[in-house]
T-cell receptor, first 113, second 112 residues
Framework: AQSVTQLDSQVPVFEEAPVELRCNYSSSVSVYLFWYVQYPNQGLQLLLKYLSGSTLVESINGFEAEFNKSQTSFHLRKPSVHISDTAEYFCAVSEDSNYQLIWGAGTKLIIKP | ETGVTQSPTHLIKTRGQQVTLRCSSQ?????VSWYQQALGQGPQFIFQYYREEENGRGNFPPRFSGLQFPNYSSELNVNALELDDSALYLC???????????FGQGTRLTVV
Protein backbone atom coordinates (compact mmCIF):
# COMPACT_ATOMS: atom_id res chain seq x y z
CA ALA A 1 0.00 0.00 0.00
CA GLN A 2 1.10 3.53 -0.70
CA SER A 3 2.39 5.52 2.27
CA VAL A 4 4.40 8.65 3.01
CA THR A 5 6.81 9.07 5.92
CA GLN A 6 8.07 12.40 7.14
CA LEU A 7 10.78 11.44 9.56
CA ASP A 8 10.81 14.60 11.66
CA SER A 9 7.76 16.07 13.36
CA GLN A 10 9.65 19.28 14.13
CA VAL A 11 12.84 20.81 12.78
CA PRO A 12 14.27 23.80 14.68
CA VAL A 13 16.86 25.82 12.80
CA PHE A 14 18.49 29.21 13.17
CA GLU A 15 17.58 31.98 10.77
CA GLU A 16 19.81 32.05 7.67
CA ALA A 17 20.92 28.46 8.28
CA PRO A 18 20.24 25.67 5.76
CA VAL A 19 17.47 23.16 6.32
CA GLU A 20 16.39 19.77 4.99
CA LEU A 21 12.96 18.27 5.58
CA ARG A 22 12.87 14.58 4.83
CA CYS A 23 10.20 12.65 2.97
CA ASN A 24 10.14 8.99 1.97
CA TYR A 25 7.36 7.17 0.22
CA SER A 26 6.42 3.63 -0.65
CA SER A 27 4.76 2.76 -3.93
CA SER A 28 5.17 0.11 -6.56
CA VAL A 29 3.99 2.29 -9.43
CA SER A 30 4.82 5.63 -10.96
CA VAL A 31 4.11 8.52 -8.64
CA TYR A 32 3.78 12.26 -8.59
CA LEU A 33 5.33 14.05 -5.62
CA PHE A 34 4.37 17.28 -3.91
CA TRP A 35 5.36 19.53 -1.07
CA TYR A 36 2.66 21.73 0.42
CA VAL A 37 3.05 24.42 3.07
CA GLN A 38 0.46 25.26 5.70
CA TYR A 39 0.64 28.47 7.70
CA PRO A 40 -1.25 28.62 11.02
CA ASN A 41 -5.02 28.42 10.63
CA GLN A 42 -4.79 28.35 6.86
CA GLY A 43 -5.25 25.86 4.04
CA LEU A 44 -2.55 24.12 2.04
CA GLN A 45 -0.47 25.92 -0.55
CA LEU A 46 1.48 24.04 -3.20
CA LEU A 47 5.19 24.70 -2.73
CA LEU A 48 6.62 22.53 -5.48
CA LYS A 49 5.92 19.39 -7.46
CA TYR A 50 7.60 16.60 -9.36
CA LEU A 51 5.55 15.27 -12.25
CA SER A 52 8.23 14.18 -14.73
CA GLY A 53 11.49 15.29 -16.28
CA SER A 54 14.25 16.83 -14.19
CA THR A 55 14.48 15.24 -10.76
CA LEU A 56 15.43 18.57 -9.15
CA VAL A 57 12.53 20.98 -8.79
CA GLU A 58 12.56 24.49 -7.40
CA SER A 59 10.06 26.93 -5.93
CA ILE A 60 9.97 30.68 -6.40
CA ASN A 61 10.94 31.33 -2.76
CA GLY A 62 14.19 29.38 -2.68
CA PHE A 63 13.07 25.88 -1.75
CA GLU A 64 14.12 22.89 -3.81
CA ALA A 65 13.44 19.16 -3.72
CA GLU A 66 15.05 16.23 -5.46
CA PHE A 67 13.23 13.09 -6.53
CA ASN A 68 15.36 10.04 -5.83
CA LYS A 69 13.66 6.98 -7.26
CA SER A 70 16.15 4.44 -5.93
CA GLN A 71 15.79 5.75 -2.38
CA THR A 72 12.09 6.58 -2.80
CA SER A 73 12.71 10.00 -1.35
CA PHE A 74 11.70 13.59 -2.07
CA HIS A 75 13.54 15.69 0.50
CA LEU A 76 12.92 19.44 0.71
CA ARG A 77 15.86 21.81 1.12
CA LYS A 78 16.54 25.51 1.48
CA PRO A 79 20.06 26.93 1.73
CA SER A 80 19.08 29.85 3.99
CA VAL A 81 15.80 30.05 5.91
CA HIS A 82 13.93 33.18 6.90
CA ILE A 83 11.58 33.78 9.80
CA SER A 84 8.72 33.89 7.29
CA ASP A 85 9.37 30.22 6.45
CA THR A 86 7.90 29.23 9.81
CA ALA A 87 5.08 26.85 8.90
CA GLU A 88 4.19 23.19 8.67
CA TYR A 89 5.33 21.37 5.56
CA PHE A 90 3.56 18.34 4.14
CA CYS A 91 4.86 15.84 1.63
CA ALA A 92 2.23 14.14 -0.55
CA VAL A 93 2.20 11.45 -3.20
CA SER A 94 -0.32 10.47 -5.83
CA GLU A 95 -0.28 7.54 -8.16
CA ASP A 96 -0.61 7.80 -11.89
CA SER A 97 -3.94 6.00 -11.84
CA ASN A 98 -6.07 8.10 -9.53
CA TYR A 99 -4.37 11.34 -8.46
CA GLN A 100 -5.65 10.89 -4.90
CA LEU A 101 -3.14 12.42 -2.52
CA ILE A 102 -1.56 10.37 0.26
CA TRP A 103 0.02 12.58 2.90
CA GLY A 104 2.81 12.50 5.40
CA ALA A 105 2.16 13.60 8.97
CA GLY A 106 3.86 16.94 8.41
CA THR A 107 7.03 18.63 9.68
CA LYS A 108 6.90 21.87 11.62
CA LEU A 109 9.73 24.18 10.64
CA ILE A 110 10.68 26.34 13.60
CA ILE A 111 12.98 29.26 12.87
CA LYS A 112 15.07 30.46 15.80
CA PRO A 113 16.19 34.09 15.68
CA GLU B 1 -9.43 33.34 -12.30
CA THR B 2 -10.93 32.58 -8.91
CA GLY B 3 -9.38 30.09 -6.54
CA VAL B 4 -11.02 27.40 -4.45
CA THR B 5 -13.44 28.81 -1.89
CA GLN B 6 -15.02 26.98 1.02
CA SER B 7 -17.86 27.91 3.32
CA PRO B 8 -18.34 28.33 6.15
CA THR B 9 -14.87 28.97 7.57
CA HIS B 10 -15.81 27.85 11.07
CA LEU B 11 -18.67 25.77 12.41
CA ILE B 12 -19.69 24.38 15.78
CA LYS B 13 -22.11 21.47 15.91
CA THR B 14 -23.47 19.18 18.58
CA ARG B 15 -22.84 15.43 18.57
CA GLY B 16 -25.54 13.64 16.57
CA GLN B 17 -26.30 16.58 14.31
CA GLN B 18 -25.76 16.79 10.59
CA VAL B 19 -23.54 19.26 8.72
CA THR B 20 -23.06 20.39 5.13
CA LEU B 21 -19.83 21.97 3.95
CA ARG B 22 -19.53 23.71 0.59
CA CYS B 23 -16.78 24.16 -1.95
CA SER B 24 -16.51 26.13 -5.16
CA SER B 25 -13.81 24.77 -7.40
CA GLN B 26 -11.25 26.83 -9.27
CA UNK B 27 -12.44 28.06 -12.63
CA UNK B 28 -12.07 25.36 -15.28
CA UNK B 29 -11.47 22.51 -12.83
CA UNK B 30 -13.78 19.50 -13.16
CA UNK B 31 -12.63 17.34 -10.23
CA VAL B 32 -13.13 17.95 -6.52
CA SER B 33 -11.55 16.05 -3.66
CA TRP B 34 -12.29 16.31 0.05
CA TYR B 35 -9.80 15.73 2.86
CA GLN B 36 -10.08 15.62 6.65
CA GLN B 37 -7.19 17.03 8.67
CA ALA B 38 -7.36 16.28 12.39
CA LEU B 39 -5.33 18.48 14.70
CA GLY B 40 -1.62 17.74 14.45
CA GLN B 41 -2.01 15.27 11.60
CA GLY B 42 -1.71 15.19 7.84
CA PRO B 43 -4.84 15.27 5.69
CA GLN B 44 -6.76 12.06 5.03
CA PHE B 45 -8.52 11.49 1.71
CA ILE B 46 -12.32 11.25 2.08
CA PHE B 47 -13.53 11.04 -1.52
CA GLN B 48 -13.26 12.54 -4.98
CA TYR B 49 -15.95 13.63 -7.43
CA TYR B 50 -15.73 13.88 -11.18
CA ARG B 51 -18.66 14.71 -13.44
CA GLU B 52 -21.06 14.52 -10.53
CA GLU B 53 -20.08 10.95 -9.60
CA GLU B 54 -17.93 9.63 -6.79
CA ASN B 55 -14.56 8.65 -8.23
CA GLY B 56 -12.71 7.04 -5.35
CA ARG B 57 -13.23 6.94 -1.60
CA GLY B 58 -10.95 6.70 1.39
CA ASN B 59 -11.53 4.82 4.63
CA PHE B 60 -14.51 6.83 5.85
CA PRO B 61 -17.94 5.50 6.91
CA PRO B 62 -21.08 5.99 4.77
CA ARG B 63 -22.28 8.84 7.00
CA PHE B 64 -19.75 10.89 5.06
CA SER B 65 -21.35 11.64 1.70
CA GLY B 66 -20.94 14.17 -1.05
CA LEU B 67 -22.33 15.79 -4.12
CA GLN B 68 -20.91 17.50 -7.14
CA PHE B 69 -23.04 19.89 -9.15
CA PRO B 70 -23.01 20.64 -12.90
CA ASN B 71 -20.91 23.76 -12.25
CA TYR B 72 -18.36 21.46 -10.51
CA SER B 73 -18.99 22.91 -7.05
CA SER B 74 -19.35 20.33 -4.32
CA GLU B 75 -20.82 19.58 -0.91
CA LEU B 76 -19.62 17.34 1.88
CA ASN B 77 -22.32 16.04 4.19
CA VAL B 78 -21.68 14.36 7.49
CA ASN B 79 -24.53 12.73 9.39
CA ALA B 80 -24.67 11.69 13.04
CA LEU B 81 -21.67 13.78 14.00
CA GLU B 82 -19.20 12.34 16.45
CA LEU B 83 -16.65 14.15 18.59
CA ASP B 84 -13.83 12.67 16.47
CA ASP B 85 -15.25 14.40 13.41
CA SER B 86 -13.80 17.64 14.76
CA ALA B 87 -11.19 18.63 12.18
CA LEU B 88 -10.26 20.95 9.36
CA TYR B 89 -12.05 19.87 6.20
CA LEU B 90 -10.21 20.73 3.03
CA CYS B 91 -11.52 20.85 -0.50
CA UNK B 92 -9.20 20.60 -3.49
CA UNK B 93 -9.99 21.10 -7.14
CA UNK B 94 -8.08 19.81 -10.13
CA UNK B 95 -8.38 18.82 -13.75
CA UNK B 96 -9.27 15.17 -14.32
CA UNK B 97 -6.20 14.38 -16.39
CA UNK B 98 -3.71 16.36 -14.33
CA UNK B 99 -2.44 15.48 -10.84
CA UNK B 100 -1.92 18.96 -9.38
CA UNK B 101 -4.57 19.98 -6.83
CA UNK B 102 -5.40 23.41 -5.47
CA PHE B 103 -6.79 23.77 -1.99
CA GLY B 104 -9.27 26.05 -0.33
CA GLN B 105 -8.73 27.58 3.10
CA GLY B 106 -10.74 24.85 4.76
CA THR B 107 -13.69 24.66 7.12
CA ARG B 108 -12.91 24.19 10.80
CA LEU B 109 -15.59 21.92 12.25
CA THR B 110 -15.87 21.54 16.00
CA VAL B 111 -18.24 18.91 17.40
CA VAL B 112 -19.20 19.35 21.04
Amino acid sequence: AQSVTQLDSQVPVFEEAPVELRCNYSSSVSVYLFWYVQYPNQGLQLLLKYLSGSTLVESINGFEAEFNKSQTSFHLRKPSVHISDTAEYFCAVSEDSNYQLIWGAGTKLIIKP
Amino acid sequence: ETGVTQSPTHLIKTRGQQVTLRCSSQSGHNTVSWYQQALGQGPQFIFQYYREEENGRGNFPPRFSGLQFPNYSSELNVNALELDDSALYLCASSLRAYPEAFFGQGTRLTVV
